[in-house]
Structures are given as structure tokens and as C-alpha cells.
Antibody, heavy 117, light 106 residues
Framework: QVTLRESGPALVKPTQTLTLTCTFS??????????VSWIRQPPGKALEWLARIDWDDDKYYSTSLKTRLTISKDTSKNQVVLTMTNMDPVDTATYYC?????????WGQGTLVTVSS | SYELTQPLSVSVALGQTARITCGGNNIGSKNVHWYQQKPGQAPVLVIYRDSNRPSGIPERFSGSNSGNTATLTISRAQAGDEADYYCQVWDSSNVVFGGGTKLTVL
């Protein structure tokens, strides 16, 4: 049974760095072809892909946000970590992690992050 | 960068067929995936690789993809199908989502 769970702060201040952790079970990120992505969704708006990390440690970032994002993995802990620097109120959103082989087939429930002073 | 265009909203009468389109330049050459998202919930994959249903997704959900348009078809629409639907492709190893379509079942 595949599960993913996002964790991190619910509230961050402008200019701070956000660190989110995706803890998963039911699969291994060392398996060939396995990937984990981060996606966010501002309230009432569409999904926006942020970053992806592959089983072989290849990393991909949203073109518009790549200067602010870092994705990493700890295969032994079954975790993927996303950091986003210089947070702004427009970054207020629910942040999801999701597994992908072809499509994003399993998603976490998401964690709401509010950026406010 | 690659863009996907979806109608903001689609309405369908209960029991009828809903079609949600996803437009993109030569999208027929890409694999298209579709997600259903109900209020307050995470997205759920309903169609992958244009026309394949994951385990547990009803046969009422089907997909097609050709030319510049991919289509999600929901047959015999039910009240429980009311949700936002997103199409998605991979472009140069990046995920691209459409803007989402709100399906209303009348």
C-alpha cells in the first residue's frame, strides 16, 4: 500500500525559507523509474508543479521557481525534502508530494502553508 | 514553455455524457494524464497515458488524444463526479498541468 505524507510548518514569515518533508511508504525511491514530485495549489487556484527527484538522484525544477527551490532525498528514511527560499504571501498554498512512474499516481493529502507576518 | 488549455467549466445533466477537453500544440504526440479533485481533497488519477484507467476507477471514465486535443469523457454522469479535473503532460522532464475544469452535474 503506497502512502505519502507531507509535513512542515503551517505558517512562515515573508523572506523565510520553507522546508517541507514528504515521508512515504509502500515503494522505494531507489527503484529504477521511480520519482517523487512536489506540487502546490494556492487557495481556489490550479495545480502548479514545483520539482521532481528521480531514483538516480536526477532533479528537475519549475522554470519560474528554480532559483528558489532545492529538492533532495534520503532513501534510507523514505523521505524527500523540498526547500523554498524567500517566501512571499503569494506562496500561500497547499503543498502536495506525489509519486510518479508515468503519471502522478499516488498523492499525499497535502499541507497548507500560509505566508504571513 | 508548453501550455495546456482547458475550459473553465463544463456542465452535464445527470446520466448524460460529459466531455472535458485539453488543448496543446501537437498534444497527440504526448502522453496525457487526467486527475479528479474534489473540494478539500488531494487530486486522484483517473486516466493515465491518454486512455488507461487505474484500478478502482469506473469504466465510465475514458480518454482519447489526437492532434491538438485530448479529451476526458465521463459517461452516465453522477452527482459524485462533480469536481475539478486537470489534464497533465510531461514536457522536457517537467510536469505541465492544465488550468483545470470545474464539472457541474445538473
Amino acid at each position: 500500500q503506497v502512502t505519502l505524507r507531507e509535513s512542515g510548518p503551517a505558517l512562515v514569515k515573508p523572506t523565510q525559507t520553507l522546508t517541507l518533508t514528504c515521508t512515504f511508504s509502500g515503494f522505494s525511491l531507489s527503484t529504477s523509474g521511480m520519482c517523487v514530485s512536489w506540487i502546490r495549489q494556492p487557495p481556489g487556484k490550479a495545480l502548479e508543479w514545483l520539482a521532481r527527484i528521480d531514483w538516480d538522484d536526477d532533479k528537475y525544477y519549475s522554470t519560474s521557481l528554480k532559483t528558489r527551490l532545492t529538492i533532495s532525498k534520503d532513501t534510507s528514511k523514505n523521505q524527500v525534502v523540498l526547500t523554498m527560499t524567500n517566501m512571499d504571501p503569494v506562496d500561500t498554498a497547499t503543498y502536495y508530494c506525489a509519486r510518479s512512474i508515468a503519471a502522478l499516481d499516488y498523492w499525499g493529502q497535502g499541507t497548507l502553508v500560509t505566508v504571513s507576518s | 514553455s508548453y501550455e495546456l488549455t482547458q475550459p473553465l467549466s463544463v456542465s452535464v445533466a445527470l446520466g448524460q455524457t460529459a466531455r472535458i477537453t485539453c488543448g496543446g500544440n501537437n498534444i497527440g504526440s504526448k502522453n496525457v494524464h487526467w486527475y479528479q479533485q474534489k473540494p478539500g481533497q488531494a487530486p486522484v488519477l483517473v486516466i493515465y497515458r491518454d486512455s488507461n484507467r487505474p484500478s478502482g476507477i469506473p469504466e465510465r471514465f475514458s480518454g482519447s488524444n489526437s492532434g491538438n486535443t485530448a479529451t476526458l469523457t465521463i459517461s452516465r454522469a453522477q452527482a459524485g463526479d462533480e469536481a475539478d479535473y486537470y489534464c497533465q503532460v510531461w514536457d522536457s522532464s517537467n510536469v505541465v498541468f492544465g488550468g483545470g475544469t470545474k464539472l457541474t452535474v445538473l
